[in-house]
């Protein structure tokens, strides 16, 4: 397990999130809407963190994967670093009442001019309908918003109805439980500024859950991405 430094815990509040920053290379990649890959680094240990990812993907309609999560969700459904919207489009497509929320201008522009119901807003500010929301989503490494995998589970708790229940995609490594400052890196070799991040297996998030007051209902595995969906125990 990887742990932020002193120095870099203070800044968790003000730093840069996800790829902004710098060369702006994850708003680069949003607005290309093709085949950019990018890197996510260790900005301590220069170590890839994670696959290269194609941003396309979350450019493009949700896949059958995706799908599968939104069928068996209820709503309403809050989708947490939503990007440009795919999840989002589709609950909206299965009737579901959706909202996205996502600190990126660009992502938040893209899904706006499609005629998404998004809004440009960290989870960790003011959400509407706190307390009311029955599924929040975090999808494609969102777990690790901020740095801090149980501040992020104990704010999801804070706005789910009593019944809500969280859906997480977690790491392919079960026993991975890493917080670090990273950047994002295109093959053009524009980086962003760093931020912090995290990443997370099921194993950890367990443990990490159950000191939250949240309890683990269902985990699977499905076309090679790893996922479970958590509730609030009953007794707290």
Known sequence: MSILAPDEAEALE??????????EPYATALRKNDSVLLE????????????????SRWNADADETDL????????PL?????????MVRAAMDLGLEVLGI????????IATNAGLSVLTRSVFEA????????????????????GD????????????????EIVIETHTDARRHRSYFGTLTDTDGGQSESFPWAEI????LIGLADAEGLELLQAWTLDGRNFCRLAKTASV
């Open 14 to 23: 003000t730093h840069a999130t996800f790829g902004s920053g710098g060369a």
């Open 40 to 55: 996510l680094r260790d900005q301590r240990h220069g170590k890839t963190s994670q696959s290269t990812m194609d941003v």
């Open 68 to 75: 599968t999560l939104l069928r068996a969700a209820t709503g």
């Open 78 to 86: 809050l989708d947490i670093g939503c990007g440009p919207g795919r």
């Open 102 to 109: 996502d600190v990126s201008p660009t992502a938040i522009e």
């Open 127 to 146: 959400i509407p309908s706190e307390g009311e929301w029955q599924t929040a989503l975090l999808v494609d490494g969102n777990i690790g918003i901020g």
């Open 149 to 164: 995998v149980r501040a992020m589970l104990a704010r999801c708790r804070e706005i789910l109805a009593p019944e809500g």
């Open 201 to 204: 297996g099921i194993s950890p």
